[in-house]
T-cell receptor, first 115, second 114 residues
Framework: DAGVTQSPTHLIKTRGQQVTLRCSPKSGHDTVSWYQQALGQGPQFIFQYYEEEERQRGNFPDRFSGHQFPNYSSELNVNALLLGDSALYLC??????????????FGPGTRLTVT | DQQVKQNSPSLSVQEGRISILNCDYTNSMFDYFLWYKKYPAEGPTFLISISSIKDKNEDGRFTVFLNKSAKHLSLHIVPSQPGDSAVYFCAASADAGNNRKLIWGLGTSLAVNP
């Protein structure tokens, strides 16, 4: 049983560019959440998708957008990249009811570096 | 404003002894608390949780204690094993209708020495 998978593992982009990160949830899970984790910090909630709709959103600008597909996989898009967007981006999957409480399974993350 | 605080950045414990990781929170609306463990180059792993209606939850070697009046929770690991060496994150959430968000602490790095 595959856990949460994310791609790519590492990514280097230039300021102003756009990036798309991908996530496949754990088998049986229907909810995907995205987090940004800067060095030495805890994960910061970006948004959560369930039934292909954004259900919750953290304090992130509209440059951060997402999508959930019918197979429950998800994408995180970031436009007009800033140096401050450099971070580890974590995807977490869950069942809707348990995920609302925070019991989530995380992928290994995508390390994004903006130069 | 850090609503969930883990004041000890690191902790070192001898194998076989008890590890106690602490967490304080400021938001009295938090009603669900979780501990996650994170190894390098991996995402966090859910460990154990506790609802605010309880004061203790136990799962094998891991026990979480909640003191609501002190706005404090702790994770006890007994006995500690070298494989427990990781960063431990405390997290909390509050019920705001359908809008429940997880707030994380900064983590405590635990080293269990053989």
């Amino acid at each position: 049983d595959a856990g949460v998978t994310q791609s790519p593992t590492h990514l280097i982009k230039t300021r102003g560019q756009q990036v798309t990160l991908r996530c496949s949830p754990k088998s049986g899970h229907d909810t995907v959440s995205w987090y940004q984790q800067a060095l030495g910090q805890g994960p910061q909630f970006i948004f959560q998708y369930y039934e292909e709709e954004e259900r919750q959103r953290g304090n992130f600008p509209d440059r951060f957008s997402g999508h959930q597909f019918p197979n429950y996989s998800s994408e995180l898009n970031v436009n007009a990249l800033l140096l401050g967007d450099s971070a580890l981006y974590l995807c977490a999957s869950s069942l809707w009811d348990r995920g609302r409480l925070g019991e989530q399974y995380f992928g290994p993350g995508t390390r994004l570096t903006v130069t | 404003d850090q609503q969930v605080k883990q004041n000890s950045p690191s902790l070192s414990v001898q194998e076989g002894r008890i590890s106690i990781l602490n967490c304080d929170y400021t938001n009295s609306m938090f009603d669900y608390f979780l501990w996650y463990k994170k190894y390098p180059a991996e995402g966090p792993t859910f460990l154990i949780s506790i609802s605010s209606i309880k004061d203790k939850n136990e799962d094998g070697r891991f026990t979480v204690f909640l003191n609501k009046s002190a706005k404090h929770l702790s994770l006890h690991i007994v006995p500690s094993q070298p494989g427990d060496s990781a960063v431990y994150f405390c997290a909390a959430s509050a019920d705001a209708g359908n809008n429940r968000k997880l707030i994380w602490g900064l983590g405590t790095s635990l080293a269990v020495n053989p």
